[in-house]
């Protein structure tokens, strides 16, 4: 399954492009909004990483996915004071809406999938 590759890779772009915006936030946002925006995007690169090395990877997914939305309320925020200009913010929602949908269906894949059996006893 090449998905997860991709979605992590995805998720690797994104941080380098949002860590590089971050440092330009004007410095009373950088370190109250944009600490949340970076560790929050983080979050998203870690989940993905842990769930792309387990088997039972429903509960990383589920944390990712919860990290994408935390991610675009933070980069909507960081829109509407200005840290961001519309252009930037258009090509990271698109961006988060991919990360995002990639997330759902390998979170869905994950969740139809039956686990291991778990080993007998000799």
Do not use: C
Not at 3 to 16: F, T
Not at 18 to 37: D, P, V
């Amino acid at each position: 399954m090449t998905e997860p590759a991709v979605a992590v890779q995805k998720a690797y772009d994104w941080n380098l492009w949002i860590l590089a915006k971050i440092e330009k936030f004007h410095r009373g946002y950088r370190f109250s909004l944009g600490q949340n925006l970076a560790e929050a995007s983080l979050d998203l690169l870690n989940h993905l990483v842990d769930a792309s090395y387990q088997n039972r990877n429903a509960s990383s997914l589920a944390a990712a996915s919860r990290s994408v939305n935390r991610v675009r309320i933070l980069l909507r925020l960081a829109k509407d004071l200005r840290q961001i200009d519309l252009k930037a913010w258009e090509f990271a929602a698109h961006a988060l809406d991919e990360i995002g949908r990639m997330t759902g269906g390998w979170l869905r894949h994950a969740q139809r999938t039956p686990s291991a059996p778990a080993a007998r006893p000799l």
